[in-house]
C-alpha cells in the first residue's frame, strides 16, 4: 500500500522546536520504543489519551501522550489503509482526532481536503482540551482546515491558493467560514486556552523538569488563585478598559510594553545570573587549580629537601668513616715504622757495643777482678800455693803457669 502524500518536510521540522524537543527528551516517549506495530499504538492510544492538547496540564511537565503518540506514527509513515482505519475507528474518538492531527502535520496541503471533506459534517462528540468542552467531530475537523494555531502552538502554513479553496468549498456546503475555538482561539495571547511559554527558556525548563507550560484555566482554578481578590489598580484598569474601545486599546498597549519589559528585564537577570554562576564556577575551579599546583610544589620542595638531607647525612657518614679508618691505619703504620725503627736502632747499638766494648770491658774487668781478688786474699788468705798443690796431684801433665778463671756473681776472677 502507497505512503500519504506528504509536504516533503522532515520529522523534526513538522512541530514547532521546543515541543519537538520535548517530545523526544520525554520518558514517556522513549517508552514507546516497545511498541512495534500499528495496532500496538492504537491500543496505546485508546487507554492513555483523554485530550488531545500538546501539553501536559496542571502540574504535570512535559508534552501531552497524545503528541507523544501522533510521533511515534511520525516514525512509522503510515499508509493511506492505516490512515483510512484510524479516521474511521469506533472504539475511541481521540483515536480518530489523533490521525486527523497527523494528516494536518504531515499530508501535502492540496491533499487535505480531500482527506477532511467526508468528515466536516461528522457529529460524533468529544472534549478535544482538558477543560471538558464538548464540540463534535466535524466542527473540530473545520477548526483544523481555518486555524493557524493549536491551542497556542503553531500549525504548518496552508498555502493562500489553498486556503481560499477550503473556504469556497465550505460555503457551497453551507458550513461556517470561521473558526469555532474548539482548538483553541485563532490568535496567540488568549486567556482561555492553553497559553504557549513565554520564551524558549522557559519552555526547554520542561525537558529539565523545573516547571511546565500551564493553562490559564488551569491557574484561575487553582484555590490559592481564586481566594486572592483583584486590587483597586486592577479594577481601576478593568473599569477604565470596559468604558471605550480606545481606552480599551491603550490599555492593551500599555500592558504589552510592560510586560515587554518586565520581560527583558527578567532575560537579563537570568543573564546576569548565569554570568555570576559561571564567574563563580570558573573563580572556584582556578582557586582548586592553584590549590593543587602549591600542594604538589611543597610536596616536591619537601621530597627535594628530604633527598638533599640524606644524601649530606650519607656523604657525611662515608667521610667520617674514612677518616677513622685512614687515621688507624696512619697510626698503625706509624707504630709499624717506630718499632722497626727502634727495633732497627737497638740492634745497631747492639752490635755497635759489642765491636767496641771487647776492650773496655777487659779493662774494667782487670780492675774489678784485681779488686775482688785482693779482697779474698784477705779474707780467706793466699790459696795459690794450695791451688798448685792440688793441681799437681789432679793433673800432671798440665800447665802449673796457666790461670784459672773464677766467676761469682757477675763478675769474673783470674
Keep these: 500500500m502507497a505512503e500519504i ?25 522513549r517508552d514507546l520504543l516497545r511498541l512495534k ?13 483523554d485530550h488531545v492538547e500538546p501539553w501536559m496540564t496542571g502540574n504535570c511537565r512535559g508534552p501531552s501522550t497524545a503528541f507523544c503518540l501522533m510521533y511515534k506514527f511520525f516514525t512509522m509513515k503510515l499508509t493511506v489503509k492505516q490512515m ?27 491533499t487535505l481536503w480531500s482527506w477532511y471533506e467526508p468528515y466536516v459534517k461528522d457529529d460524533e462528540e468529544f472534549a478535544p482540551g482538558s477543560n471538558g468542552r464538548m464540540t463534535t467531530m466535524g466542527v473540530y475537523v473545520r477548526d483544523l482546515l481555518l486555524g493557524q494555531y493549536y491551542f497556542d502552538t503553531l500549525f ?43 520564551s524558549v527558556k522557559a519552555a526547554l525548563s520542561v525537558s529539565f523538569g523545573q516547571r511546565a507550560p500551564h493553562r490559564a484555566s488551569t491557574r484561575d482554578s487553582s484555590p490559592v488563585r481564586r481566594a486572592l481578590p483583584p486590587s483597586s489598580y486592577d479594577r481601576d484598569n478593568i473599569d477604565d478598559s470596559r468604558r471605550s474601545p480606545r481606552n480599551r486599546r491603550s490599555h492593551s498597549r ?28 570558573d573563580r572556584d575551579r582556578d582557586r582548586d587549580r592553584d590549590r593543587d599546583i602549591e600542594r604538589d610544589r611543597e610536596r616536591r620542595y619537601d621530597y627535594d629537601r628530604r633527598a638533599r638531607e640524606s644524601s649530606r647525612r650519607d656523604y657525611e657518614r662515608r667521610s667520617h668513616d674514612g677518616s677513622r679508618h685512614y687515621r688507624e691505619g696512619s697510626s698503625r703504620r706509624s707504630r709499624s715504622r717506630s718499632r722497626s725503627r727502634s727495633r732497627s736502632r737497638s740492634q745497631s747499638r747492639y752490635m755497635h757495643s759489642d ?54 756473681g757477675g763478675s769474673s776472677w783470674r
Excluded: W
Excluded at 500599555?254 to 563563580?280: A, G, I, T, V
Excluded at 780492675?367 to 800455693?385: F, M
Design 5 to 29: 502524500q506528504s509536504s516533503g518536510r522532515p520529522i523534526d521540522q513538522l512541530l514547532e522546536k521546543v515541543l519537538c524537543m520535548n517530545i523526544l527528551s520525554s520518558d514517556y516517549f
Design 37 to 49: 506495530t500499528y495496532h500496538e499504538v492504537i491500543d496505546e492510544i485508546y487507554n492513555q489519551v
Design 84 to 110: 483510512h482505519g484510524l479516521l474511521k475507528h469506533p472504539d475511541s474518538p481521540y483515536i480518530r482526532a489523533v490521525g486527523f492531527l497527523y494528516l494536518r502535520y504531515v499530508a501535502d496541503p492540496k
Design 156 to 198: 504548518p502554513r496552508i498555502p493562500v491558493p489553498v486556503m481560499r479553496t477550503v473556504v469556497s468549498n465550505l460555503e457551497k456546503m453551507k458550513l461556517p467560514t470561521k473558526h469555532a475555538g474548539t482548538t483553541g482561539e485563532s490568535t496567540r495571547g488568549s486567556d482561555e486556552t492553553a497559553r504557549r511559554p513565554p
Design 254 to 281: 500599555e500592558l504589552s510594553d510592560r510586560e515587554r519589559l518586565d520581560r527583558n528585564r527578567s532575560k537579563d537577570q537570568d543573564r546576569d545570573r548565569d554570568r555570576e554562576r559561571y564567574h563563580d564556577r
Design 355 to 408: 765491636h767496641r766494648s771487647p776492650p773496655q770491658d777487659g779493662s774494667k774487668e782487670k780492675t774489678s777482678a784485681s779488686s775482688n781478688l785482693a779482697k779474698l786474699k784477705d779474707l780467706y788468705g793466699d790459696l795459690s800455693n794450695q791451688k798448685e798443690d792440688v793441681g799437681k796431684d789432679r793433673d800432671p801433665n798440665r800447665d802449673i803457669g796457666s790461670e784459672e778463671v773464677i766467676r761469682l
